[in-house]
T-cell receptor, first 117, second 113 residues
Framework: GAVVSQHPSWVICKSGTSVKIECRSLDFQATTMFWYRQFPKQSLMLMATSNEGSKATYEQGVEKDKFLINHASLTLSTLTVTSAHPEDSSFYIC?????????????FGEGSRLTVL | GEDVEQSLFLSVREGDSSVINCTYTDSSSTYLYWYKQEPGAGLQLLTYIFSNMDMKQDQRLTVLLNKKDKHLSLRIADTQTGDSAIYFCAEKKAGAGSYQLTFGKGTKLSVIP
């Protein structure tokens, strides 16, 4: 099956620093990837749609200058949390769309847990 | 309602059937999905159902869809300890961007040996 890998799995950083999270589709190309944020006991919230070679589309209420998304290749999207603060601590999950069959199945990464001190 | 609704917790004994319920928001949603999330991991697609179906069976999994009530359920037969996880239902709303899904908060299934 298709595999999506995220790195790092967990990261701890100091307030004010920037953190980059990578999302890679290992055995398929993904023109579209999605970034989600998950709080404890909460649903996944879609943050943005990442399109290869073009600007990301952000959901309402998500600061694009805060959460920088770059989708420079068909297998890699990155999310950079700039000037991180404790309220940015969360579980970030990416998914990649594989155009297979009718549903264009989404494959999810393992998630990256960010803790900002 | 605006949100996809699920019960937060479900506890069953090993070998029994589990039924996880979900109420979604958009009667014109085209696809409805069930995802499984094990601790510290990402989401794994379990199964999906197209909106013109009312039932889909896949081995131990049975999905029932009631479009009139916007109700979706996932039945796991012969539940095993390895089924302990959080289960999310998700809908792809009509008019939403490709594969933009709206998720419920997840139901934590605990299987008692």
């Amino acid at each position: 099956g298709a595999v999506v890998s995220q790195h790092p799995s967990w990261v701890i950083c100091k307030s004010g620093t920037s953190v980059k999270i990578e999302c890679r589709s290992l055995d398929f190309q993904a023109t579209t990837m999605f970034w989600y944020r998950q709080f404890p006991k909460q649903s996944l919230m879609l943050m943005a749609t990442s399109n290869e070679g073009s600007k990301a589309t952000y959901e309402q209420g998500v600061e694009k200058d805060k959460f920088l998304i770059n989708h420079a290749s068909l297998t890699l999207s990155t999310l950079t949390v700039t000037s991180a603060h404790p309220e940015d601590s969360s579980f970030y999950i990416c998914s990649a769309r594989w155009d297979r069959g009718l549903t264009g199945e989404l494959f999810f990464g393992e998630g990256s847990r960010l803790t900002v001190l | 309602g605006e949100d996809v609704e699920q019960s937060l917790f479900l506890s069953v004994r090993e070998g029994d059937s589990s039924v996880i319920n979900c109420t979604y928001t958009d009667s014109s949603s085209t696809y409805l999905y069930w995802y499984k999330q094990e601790p510290g991991a990402g989401l794994q697609l379990l199964t999906y159902i197209f909106s013109n179906m009312d039932m889909k069976q896949d081995q131990r999994l049975t999905v029932l869809l009631n479009k009139k009530d916007k109700h979706l359920s996932l039945r796991i037969a012969d539940t095993q300890t390895g089924d302990s996880a959080i289960y999310f239902c998700a809908e792809k709303k009509a008019g939403a961007g490709s594969y933009q899904l709206t998720f419920g908060k997840g139901t934590k299934l605990s299987v008692i040996p």
